[in-house]
């Protein structure tokens, strides 16, 4: 499927700025925790507790971001996170101890509250209306690349300058790179931009019983999804070697897992983007489960398999939470809508590392039980809701 050129530019921007807002938060402290706890005297768990806090900022921010996206548009909202992230980035370079540490991490929390994928698809939904589902989807095919690029460039900074100055130039780079792509390469797109096109805007009758429920259905699939995503990047490695593989094979195979995410959004893209979005979503919804079985069963030699279905999967249900919204409920209203949905998304990852690290500790790679019964709950779920009529399939 195709884009108009004026929407591949948007996608290209916001894309690549999205790559670097992940890359260089959210993805950061699985490289820079280790180096930054040996620097400041503490531990590597109160480096990552202070990245949980900032993820329970961002979910308590996440409606007042999304509200203020619905009402003046998501660029300047965006070109803002990118101010934000800066100066998150160099106080934490600056940190020599705990109340610096937390400071920093708070402050990129606000960022990522305002600067995510949920301000993103704000954003498009603004200046698309129900038209922005591929380009949601493009956004996610460029921004899920982020641990594979980033990381990298994480980890060779750490070496060559060290923690701090491998902040300094991430702050950079939202300044030099980040902010110029969200302020003028993404187009305003208020409601005022957007209702130009009535039949956009304007969703077919839908019973009010189903859009009663639908939000709390759609907020549990967001939640066991966030949270089964968030624990298999903290702990999937370890997990692979609880299974059985060596630790050269459990890193090899975890790698897949970037690669996956892309595949799936390229068949969602691709195949899903003619039907109504809770097919993909149904689809991919089992696709964890159905590998931490597999692994659960036969061990190590399925580890490659596990790892690309959990990525496939994730991959499509990243798209899932910004596309499921508009074509369930409309664009009116989107950025609360979505700051809702997320907020309970937001503390369960904020949660996972932990509670998964416990489970891990006591039951091995059976903790995949856990992961896997959620999966199931979230694709029953998904079959509750019922597929309301969307204006554009193409």
């Known amino acids: ?39 400041l005297g ?3 768990g109160l480096v990552f507790g202070a990245f949980s806090a900032a993820l329970v900022v961002t979910a308590i921010l996440g409606p007042s971001a999304g509200r203020c996206i619905d009402r003046l548009g998501g660029r300047d909202v965006l ?14 370079g600056m940190a020599q101890g705990t109340v610096l540490l937390f400071a920093a991490w708070l402050v990129i929390g606000i960022g990522m509250a305002v600067g995510l994928y949920e301000a993103a698809f704000s954003t498009l939904a603004g200046i698309y209306g129900r038209k922005a589902r591929s380009a949601i989807t493009g956004v996610t095919l460029l921004a899920g690349l982020a641990s594979t690029i980033c990381w990298p460039i994480s980890a060779y900074l750490e070496v060559e300058i060290g923690w701090r100055m491998t902040c300094f130039v991430w702050a950079a780079a939202h300044l030099i790179i980040g902010l110029p792509l969200n302020r003028l390469f993404v187009p305003l797109g208020s409601k005022s931009i957007a209702t130009t096109d009535e039949e956009t805007w304007s969703p077919r009758p839908e019973p009010a019983g189903s859009r009663n429920s639908a939000m709390p259905l759609l907020a549990l699939v967001f939640t066991v999804t966030w949270f089964t995503s968030t624990a298999m990047a903290a702990h999937l490695p370890q997990l692979l070697q609880e299974a059985g593989a ?16 892309v595949a799936g959004r390229l068949l969602d893209f691709g195949i899903f983007q003619r039907f109504h979005p809770l097919l993909s979503a149904r689809f991919a919804a089992v696709a964890h489960p159905l590998g931490a079985a597999a692994v659960m069963v036969l061990g190590a030699p399925v580890a490659a398999l596990f790892t690309v279905l959990h990525g496939a999967g994730n991959g499509i249900l990243t798209i899932a939470k910004g596309t499921l919204p508009l074509a369930i409920f409309g664009p009116a209203d989107y950025g609360l809508r979505q700051g809702i949905l997320m907020m309970p998304a937001r503390f369960g990852q904020a949660a996972a590392p932990f509670l998964f690290a416990l489970l891990m500790e006591r039951y091995g790679v059976s903790a995949l039980i856990l992961s896997t019964a959620l999966g199931a709950a979230a694709l029953a779920a998904l079959f509750v809701l019922k597929p309301l009529p969307i204006e554009e399939h193409s």
């Open 1 to 39: 499927m195709s884009m108009p050129a004026n929407q591949t530019g948007t996608v290209l921007a916001l894309g690549t700025a999205q790559t670097l807002a992940w890359g260089s938060t959210y993805y950061l402290p699985a490289i820079l925790a280790t180096p930054m706890a040996a620097d």
């Open 42 to 44: 503490v531990s590597t």
């Open 79 to 92: 070109a803002t996170s990118s101010l934000v992230f800066a100066t998150g980035l160099s106080l934490l």
């Open 246 to 261: 060596t630790p050269a094979a459990a890193v090899a195979a975890a790698a897949l897992v970037g690669p996956a995410q």
